[in-house]
């Protein structure tokens, strides 16, 4: 079992930029492929950005790439999303997510991650 715990989230204007974090408790943390996927109102669960085990792979969406950075310290047990030029779209709760099965790799399929934390709200003002 794999307990996930989000932060970071708030309020920040159009342009600004936050940093989530995801603190890991339970199993070996380096084992698992890590991501991060966001639910705005009314919409799917989407992707975000995925980092294998070790970190040397990463995976983004087209709608964030450029300005999200996914990263890892396995040391540390911690996942983070640094957000940069944030946009009124972007507003949504924000997840992390552990993958165990496809740990060498960069799923971005919510039916390939193992445990889930609760989220944390992003909200983006114009």
């Known amino acids: 079992q794999v307990q996930l715990v989000e932060s970071g989230g708030g309020l920040v204007q159009a342009g600004g930029s936050l940093r989530l974090s995801c603190a890991a408790s339970?199993?070996?943390?380096?084992?698992?492929?890590m991501g991060w996927f966001r639910q705005a109102p009314g919409k799917e669960r989407e992707f975000v950005a995925a980092?294998?085990?070790?970190?040397?792979?990463?995976h983004y969406a087209h709608s964030v790439k450029g300005r999200f950075t996914i990263s890892r310290d396995n040391a540390k047990n911690t996942l983070y999303l640094r957000m940069n030029s944030l946009k009124p779209e972007d507003t949504a709760v924000y997840y992390c997510?552990?993958?165990?099965?496809?740990?060498?790799?960069?799923?971005?399929?919510?039916?390939?991650?193992?445990?889930w934390g609760r989220g944390t709200q992003v909200t983006v003002s114009s």
């Open positions: 997510a552990a993958s165990i099965t496809f740990g060498t790799m960069t799923p971005s399929e919510n039916y390939d991650y193992n445990y």
């Open positions: 339970g199993r070996t943390f380096a084992n698992y492929a």
């Open positions: 980092i294998s085990m070790i970190g040397g792979t990463t």
